[in-house]
């Protein structure tokens, strides 16, 4: 089976850096995904990595480390805008039967 | 360009009803995921097809099923409905690398 965690909930301040990270334990691994989801919608892709290490896109940069089954997706100098669900999914295998975690809901405060 | 679209957007049904949901890929993606959501939850895969054929199916039960038609569109069926049911379904297509895959808006399903 496939276990992917994430925090539920994380809060920050306009203008700030929030972390958010997960843990999976999967079957396979060739790939992970960060999407952004905002209420109501559909998910949106933010990044892909394959490889260790940190991948930078604006504000946001998203890591991964292979051996430690982790990864982290960093989102800086907040907006309002960027309150919304941010899911991880793993790619077991090379063909893109995505397995997602719940989901971590990040909520902005002015 | 147009992204992946999916119709109906909304839909009510009762226990018991079948239902029919609609997904066109991004032009010239040949694969097309089915994802259902559930309030609070991560999309769960149901079904991934790729040139007409299923590469894939989830741990759904046989009262779903899908299919490719040849322009790469594809529809999700659903028998029997259950309240547990209600759900978002989600489309994703990807391209011949499947760098990604693309989500539709969704189709949100309710069944009463």
């Known amino acids: 089976g496939q276990n992917i965690d994430q925090p539920t909930e994380m809060t920050a301040t306009e203008g700030a850096i929030v972390q958010i990270n997960c843990t999976y334990q999967?079957?396979?691994?060739?790939?992970l995904f960060w999407y952004q989801q905002h209420a109501g919608e559909a998910p949106t892709f933010l990044s892909y990595n394959v490889l260790d290490g940190l991948e930078e896109k604006g504000r946001f940069s998203s890591f991964l480390s292979r051996s430690k089954g982790y990864s982290y997706l960093l989102l800086k100098e907040l907006q309002m805008k960027d309150s919304a669900s941010y899911l991880c999914?793993?790619?077991?295998?090379?063909?893109?039967?995505?397995?997602f975690g719940a989901g971590t809901t990040v909520t902005v405060r002015a | 360009d147009a992204g992946v679209t999916q119709s109906p957007t909304h839909l009510i049904k009762t226990r018991g009803q079948h239902v029919t949901l609609r997904c066109s890929p991004i032009s010239g993606h040949k694969s097309v995921s089915w994802y259902q959501q559930v309030l609070g939850q991560g999309p769960q895969f149901i079904f991934q097809y790729y040139e007409k054929e299923e590469r894939g199916r989830g741990n759904f039960p046989d009262r779903f099923s899908a299919r490719q038609f040849p322009n790469y569109s594809s529809e999700l069926n659903v028998n029997a409905l259950l309240l547990g049911d209600s759900a978002l379904y989600l489309c994703?297509?990807?391209?011949?690398?499947?760098?990604?895959?693309?989500f539709g808006p969704g189709t949100r399903l309710l069944v009463l």
């Open positions: 999914a793993v790619n077991p295998s090379n063909d893109y039967k995505l397995s």
């Open positions: 994703a297509s990807s391209g011949e690398l499947q760098e990604t895959q693309y």
């Open positions: 999967t079957s396979g691994f060739n790939g």
